[in-house]
């Protein structure tokens, strides 16, 4: 390899860097405020009336996910936390929406099954630190959060960061 072509390859290796550097602390700031520590004693009630704890999924990662009925990028998202709940354990959490109603709507119009907690005030939100919606939590296991996302999140990005909070 001539100087030329090693001095363009590191270049872009530095610009690789940078830009993951940029990445990672755009994502530690979004996230700085938000809920910690472990969820084991979490509990609630999901809009069907079964009352579940965190407990209950022990020994399996878990996605903790909040979203909204009139939020775009929870629509685009939607599909994917549909699939992933067929492989794992998803608590869907739907704040600041207009009520069962609304949300019973939206779920069976995109066709989704995945569980669904009401939060119509987003108390429960802002109770996590959020301050908008999409948001994952990924709990590990034993129910400490391991993982947060705010914004959009890929289908891959969620599923390898549940297989991550397993090691």
Known sequence: MNTQTKNRWLSWLI??????VVMQGANWWKTRNTQSGNL?????EL????AFTIAEFSGEPVL???WATWCPICDLEKDSIESISQ?????SIASWSEG????????QESQLTFPVMLDNSGELAQSFGLK???ASFILSPD???KFVETGYSTEVGLRFRLWLSTL
């Open 15 to 20: 610009y690789i860097v940078l830009f993951l």
């Open 40 to 44: 084991s004693e979490f509990s609630g």
């Open 47 to 50: 809009m069907n009336g079964r």
């Open 64 to 66: 903790f996910h909040f």
């Open 87 to 91: 492989g794992y354990s998803v608590i």
């Open 100 to 107: 069962k109603a609304e949300v019973e709507t939206y779920m």
């Open 132 to 134: 908008g919606v999409p």
């Open 143 to 145: 129910g400490e959060i």
